[in-house]
């Protein structure tokens, strides 16, 4: 997601159960409706 210039923290074993890594997205109110879209569109292209 950073290639595409989208910044997220990831999380994994021991923070996490082993096996379930999980990434959080933080939003505020300084990003617009389309920068939301564009990450929600780039997460979807990138887990099918």
Same mark, same amino acid.
């Given at each position: 997601?950073?290639?595409?210039?989208?910044?997220?923290?990831?999380?994994? @074993?021991?923070?996490?159960?082993?096996?379930?890594?999980? /990434?959080?997205?933080? !939003?505020?109110?300084a990003?617009s @409706?389309?920068?939301?879209?564009?990450?929600?569109?780039? /997460?979807?292209?990138? !887990?099918?």
């Amino acid at each position: 997601l950073f290639e595409h210039g989208i910044y997220v923290t990831g999380f994994c @074993y021991p923070v996490v159960p082993e096996g379930q890594a999980r /990434i959080r997205l933080q !939003v505020s109110d300084a990003l617009s @409706y389309e920068d939301i879209d564009r990450a929600a569109d780039e /997460i979807q292209e990138l !887990v099918k």
